[in-house]
């Protein structure tokens, strides 16, 4: 019912209209310019329209001229209002007060328009009663127009200045435009260039692909030929192998000879290193009976010597004793006591009989010494006839070798000369058979075997040779042999002569013992010179024996440390191995972390792209735009870059790994921790080498010491020798030679050491580089964490931000229903309006047009300079559903307004911005009081009043909101860093 009751009023108030614009077009002329300004502005409300409906709701009284000429002025301030909106527009600070401040306004309409309605219905009965008051009201109307006029000045200078703030946000749009195009430029240049680059890798990719598949039909085509070539010669292959089988049986005779005679040779080896064995113990044996003899001959020449000294002694015994005699003589010529000289005598037979008895010992040891010797001779003469059987029969044995080598010779001969029947077979076979050629292949494998044959027989002929050399070899150690044995014979025949000569020296010995007896005196002398020889021969066979044990001691140490030293060889190829193997891991893990290096770049580098698109994207909705553009090319550059890799990894891994998964971060770290893991087993190898390498230092010095200590020994032997005098030759000849062998080890110990301390220094210079190299991952690895931390960070303050804004929209989307709803009501409770509106229009064709030039020189500084906007507040003259749109379109339109504001703004606002809302929340609840204390004057029920009440406190909290009154937080002038946190301040 309500609603066909206002369609019937709107219906009513349209057929007035038609009549008043027909009287008013037969009375009164009508300006062009002021009627389409009228036509364009009907659906246009205003500030000041709202002003001047209050003031006429302060006085009871108005007529019809007053009101045309007040719906003029309303009508030209809503044009100046629309040149306005459009700067309102591009200023979004502004938009949020003005947006607020249309509310207020329209709140303010609906009030007066209640108190108008009524006294529209009187102005027709009061017109000719109010004409005195009418001119009152144009002279208020003046003065109101002043105020307007000035209050239009301020408002062109706040224009003037909203445009240098417009201009001022198009510059640094533009810059920033230009900065993300150059940055852009700059990012695309290299990803383009490596484009180029896969694709030139593509291209000689497939020009390869097609030289191998031309290659490949070629060798088919060949491969085709050569079945055919095959089938023909298997056909003449069957012919040929009926002739080939006489000389296969020819040659499996040949191989049964050849197996028989590699059997022969084999048995002959073996015999042969037999023989050697027995010749390494026959010489070993020969050296053992040299050592004795020389031992014997030294042990002869000591007794030679001793007999020369005591035959000198006896001499001289011989003389004192005649001179005794003459004393005596002269003592008994003298008449000297006899007694004194029969004690002599006796004393001097008792030294006599002593004497003998001693001679009597040293004959008896001597006789001992000479059938030693003769046994002696006997075990050599028997070690010689056994010798000379062992070359007999090795001489039978050369001979028996000798004669089957000659056989093995007349068999080769047999040999060749019946594998040159057989190649004389196959060269007629072959003349014979020109035209058939297909037996090439089966000659080819006949001709195979025969070359095979060939080899053995040279390998035959080779072992052949072999024991031709052992057979000169073991006859070239017969001929030695024999050689020795003559020069033992001519030591054998000198012994005997000196045996022969002691023999005589024995007869004088025994020829003179009478003339010892005169040598009592000089007896003493001669057994304490006895005693020092032997005390000094004991002497000196102990220090033979040792300096003996001394070098032998020597040569065992020596022994052990060149097997310490082959050990240590040993030991330093094994870690050579292990370093090669340690540098193929380390070059492994050089290319995985150069890989994940790249990777984390790229990654990084889009991030930071993504971060800088983020940061644009909420200055301008146009470049929104863009940044989606750029950002769906980023994603196709990331797509290719990935197939790219894949395509790379593929190529180098040769394996089938697929493409990038979103599980790509898991697997970098299991491969960082495995890098990680490599580098604490290289640190730990690390520590062992430092050890082995420490290890063979000690053992070096080791071998310095004890090579000085050996050195010291072998000068304290030296000057032990120089100063006993009696050194033989041969001592003297086994010192130099152990002096020899003791500089030789020396000097390879020296340079072995010398080695060693060079592969240290290397092996000290390869573990710096790997410390190096395993400091330089860890900062990698600590980076990348660093990073990624950072990331995860910044994702948790994004979407906080984006929930916090969330709940500013619902909680604007919520006031927003309400202020809708509440507007409805009142539109309802308020059915006169639109009759208002109609009146308003119809009347203001017959107004006085006295004022009309004043408000046109008001208001045109405001109409050249201010651009129109094409949103503002609805006309309710017209349909209910389009009045219902048009309200939806207003609240719909703020809503969206604020969504856009809300991306824009920041969660913490500054002290001046809150300073600043609070005098805003201070002057709209003012200018609200007073709008709604005049609002009561003229309302006509309490429910009208309650909800402009709920509108108006709706307003203010919708213009304190944090919001629509918060401005732009976002500094244009942000620049992400990949390390930084915040905005950055330029000092």
Known sequence: MADSAKREKIAAARKKLKQFKQKTGKNSPVNPKTSNKQSDKKSKSNSAETDLSQENHSE??????????????????????????????????????????????????????????????????????????????????????????????????????????????????????????????????????????????????????????????????????????IEEYSGRLKASRQRVADLERDFSTSNNSSKKFEQNSKDFSKDVDRLKLELYKSNKTQEDLKQQCSELVEKLQAKASESTAMEQKIGDLTKRLEMSELYTQQLSSQGDSKQESLAIMDQLQREKELLASQVQEYSEAFQKACGERDQVADQYKSYIDQLQQHSQQLTEQVTSLTEEREVMVTQQHQLEASIQQLQQQLEDVNANQHQQQETNVAMMEREREIDLLQKQHQDLQQQHDSQIRDNSQLSRLLEEKEARILELENDMSEMGMEASDKAQLLDSIQSNKTALS??????????????????????????????????????????????????????????????????????????????????????????????????????????????????????????????????????????????????DEKKRDDVIDSLTAAIKQLETERTQLMQTLKEQRDLSDSLTVKITDLEEAIVQKSTFHVDNDKVSRQEYDVMRKTMQMIEDKYTGVMRDKAELSDKAEQLEHLVLQLEGEADTIGEYISLYHHQRALLQQREYQKNDYIAHLAKDREQLQEKLGELQQLVMQLLGEKNMLSNYHEEAHTSMHSNDLSVQPHIQNALQPLTNGVNSNDVDWPDYTSSESDSESEVEAIVGGQDNFTNKEVTETMDQPTEHQTTHHHHQHHHHRHHSQTSHDEGHVHTKGPQEGQTANKILNLLTEIGHSTLVDRPNDIDHNFLPCKYCKGKVQII
Do not use: W
């Open 60 to 229: 009871p009284i108005n007529t019809d001229p007053v009101i045309n000429n007040t719906d003029q002025v309303l009508q030209d301030n809503s044009y100046s209002k629309q040149l306005t909106a459009d700067t309102q527009q591009i200023i979004p600070d502004a938009r949020t007060s003005a947006s607020t401040e249309s509310l207020q306004q329209l709140s303010r309409q609906l009030n007066g328009l209640l108190t108008e309605s009524t006294s529209l219905m009187d102005t027709t009965e009061e017109d000719n009663a109010n004409i005195v008051e009418l001119e009152r009201r144009n002279r208020e109307l003046a003065s109101l127009l002043e105020k307007h006029s000035e209050a239009n000045e301020q408002l062109n200078i706040q224009v003037q200045q909203a445009r240098e703030h417009a201009k001022a946000l198009q510059d640094q749009v533009e810059r920033e435009r230009s900065a993300f195009d150059g940055k852009q430029r700059q990012e695309i240049g290299p990803l383009k260039e490596q484009l180029q680059v896969h694709i030139q890798t593509i291209g000689i990719l497939v020009a390869e692909k097609t030289e191998l598949q031309s290659q490949l039909n070629q060798s088919q085509k060949i491969a085709e030929q050569r079945f055919k070539e």
């Open 518 to 663: 005169r040598a009592l005196t000089q007896n003493k002398d001669l057994k304490s010179q006895l005693a020092e020889l032997q005390n000094g021969f004991v002497k000196l066979s102990n220090d033979n024996m040792e300096l003996m044990t001394k070098v032998q001691s020597e040569q065992h140490s020596s022994q052990e440390h060149l097997c310490r030293l082959s050990q240590q060889e040993d030991n330093l190829k094994d870690l050579r191995e292990t370093m090669m193997e340690k540098d193929l891991k380390l070059a492994e893990l050089k290319h995985t972390t150069h890989e994940v290096t790249k990777e984390q770049y790229h990654h990084e580098q889009i991030n930071d792209r993504m971060r800088h698109y983020e940061a644009q994207a909420q200055l301008v909705e146009t470049l929104q735009r863009e940044l989606q553009n750029s950002q769906d090319m980023t994603d196709a550059l990331k797509t290719q870059n990935c197939e790219l890799r894949t395509m790379l990894i593929k190529a180098s891994d040769n394996q089938n790994n697929p493409g990038l998964n979103p599980e």
